[in-house]
């Protein structure tokens, strides 16, 4: 009978013995999936950041009314800088503000005349309609947009520190980071931006 229960009691430690492992290595597994799964998620939103699109806040009010202080934009990247358009509202760089982004409206493209006249602003001798402008300044000037360069200007043209008054009014075709396409925030201020 000793030998009985002695051996009983072996298996019934070896049974305990493999559910420990078998927990163990179940812990592990679900682990080993996890961190799969979150390595996969972080990748392929470091590769939406990176070709796709991103988020921004909005930080200056150089584009009142169309864009207020804190809004919050979804931007998609610019990878050919030929495709955008007058009138698009785009983020880039500039030597004159080091390590900023900055959001300005697309007025003149490459070998585009701007013209302004007491605050109107003519692109190749056509008057822009400009409805989004609601605090114009009377100013004058006129700028010939060299190649793979483009010319910006802030919707609140009172308070925007824009391609008239920079070093170079010209923003080279490199610096463009990002369109603006979607204002998400405030929510009662969603739009789709032109």
Known sequence: MCNLGYGGNIVAENNED?????????????????????AVVLCIALLVWNFVGYGVWITS????????????????????????????????????????????????????VIEIKNGVVYRNGQELKEDYVKNNEI???????????????????????DSRYWKDPYVDESYIEGKAQVKYYPIKDFEILK
């Open 18 to 38: 493999e559910i420990v492992a078998d927990k163990k290595e179940k812990k592990k597994s679900i682990l080993n999936e996890w961190i799969i799964d979150i």
């Open 61 to 112: 009010g150089s584009m009142i009314p169309t864009l207020e202080v804190k809004d919050r934009l979804l931007v998609t990247r610019v990878h050919n800088p030929k495709n955008l358009k007058e009138g698009d509202i785009v983020l880039f760089k500039n030597d004159e503000f080091k390590g900023e982004i900055l959001i300005k409206r697309l007025i003149g493209l490459p070998g585009d």
């Open 139 to 161: 100013y004058n000037g006129s700028f010939k947009v060299p190649d793979n360069k483009y010319f910006f200007l802030g919707d609140n043209r009172a308070n925007s520190d």
